[in-house]
């Protein structure tokens, strides 16, 4: 299937500044209806695949980036109402794109298997989930932070690993 014919695309395009971002699907009943955006920093391939199948199938629209500098060039782009972040990216320890989160107010959960100790003070304003974890933990803690974002509230809390525990 080539990507233009795949229906899960996500073409992302400019905003008015503050605008909260969403993809608008066809239901079955041929209505719209509103999708929250959950982007994936992450850079291993398998990684993201099994997020992101995981993440549609909670209803999220789902796009990921393996960088910093396309991380951050997306998210001049959209506002999504959550991002998934590795603390090591292919470039960068992404220290500068968890502070454009916090900057940003955008809830975002912590996936790693590095130690966020010493890294910077913005990684403590996400929740960390220690690699592995069960996708379904990741997808309930996307699930309330963009409910919470929705709703406007701050939903960033901070989970010790050895609370979520590894799955």
């Known amino acids: 299937m080539s990507m233009d014919s795949d229906p899960d695309r996500i073409i992302i395009l400019p905003l008015a500044r503050g605008q909260r971002t969403s993809c608008s699907c066809p239901s079955k009943e041929g209505e719209d209806m509103r999708k929250p955006l959950a982007l994936i920093f992450e850079d291993e391939p398998m990684i993201v695949v099994d ?11 789902v796009a990921s980036e393996p960088s910093c500098v396309r991380a951050r060039q997306m998210l001049a782009l959209v506002e999504p109402d959550v991002v998934i972040l590795d603390v090591l990216l292919r470039d960068c320890v992404s220290s500068s794109v968890a502070e454009e989160l916090v900057a940003r107010n955008i809830p975002f959960v912590i996936y790693s298997a590095t130690d966020i100790e010493g890294r910077g003070e913005a990684f403590k304003a996400g929740t960390f989930v220690e690699k592995p974890a069960d996708d379904s ?31």
């Open 137 to 167: 933990v990741l997808v309930a803690l996307a699930s309330s932070m963009a409910r919470a974002s929705a709703a406007g509230e701050h939903a960033s809390i901070w989970i010790k690993s050895r609370q979520v525990g590894r799955m």
């Open 51 to 61: 997020i992101e199948a995981s993440l549609k199938k909670a209803g999220f629209a």
